[in-house]
């Protein structure tokens, strides 16, 4: 079992920047791809970002490319993903998610074996 524990969400202006931060409580932490998804209202949950146990391996959503980039700590079983350039779209409850694999594309493909919570992010114009 995988417990993920999201931070930092909150209330930002257009353009502004939010660093979210995800804490997994596994001891296995680098067979496991991360990610973020988030889910607006009235709006499918989609995939923002995803990356390997290097950190070599990232994927992006093409709508945050070149303004969100994902890290994780290996060492402290974290996952971070730095918004920067935010827009009003981008609003929405921001998820962590974790999947067993080292393959690149199953996160956004097939989707995480364990979310967390979420952590509302808001982006006034």
């Known amino acids: 079992q995988v417990r993920l524990v999201e931070s930092g969400g909150g209330l930002v202006q257009a353009g502004g920047s939010l660093r979210l931060s995800c804490a997994a409580s596994v001891s296995t932490f680098r067979n496991y791809f991360m990610g973020w998804f988030r889910q607006a209202p009235g709006k499918e949950r989609e995939f923002v970002a995803s990356i390997g146990w290097s950190g070599g391996s990232t994927d992006y959503l093409d709508s945050v490319k070149g303004r969100f980039v994902i890290f994780r700590d290996n060492a402290l079983n974290t996952v971070d993903l730095q918004m920067n350039g935010l827009k009003p779209e981008d609003t929405a409850l921001y998820y962590c998610?974790?999947?067993?694999?080292?393959?690149?594309?199953?996160?956004?493909?097939?989707?995480?074996?364990?979310w967390g919570q979420g952590t509302q992010v808001t982006v006034s114009s």
């Open positions: 998610a974790a999947r067993f694999t080292k393959l690149r594309n199953e996160m956004r493909e097939n989707g995480p074996d364990y």
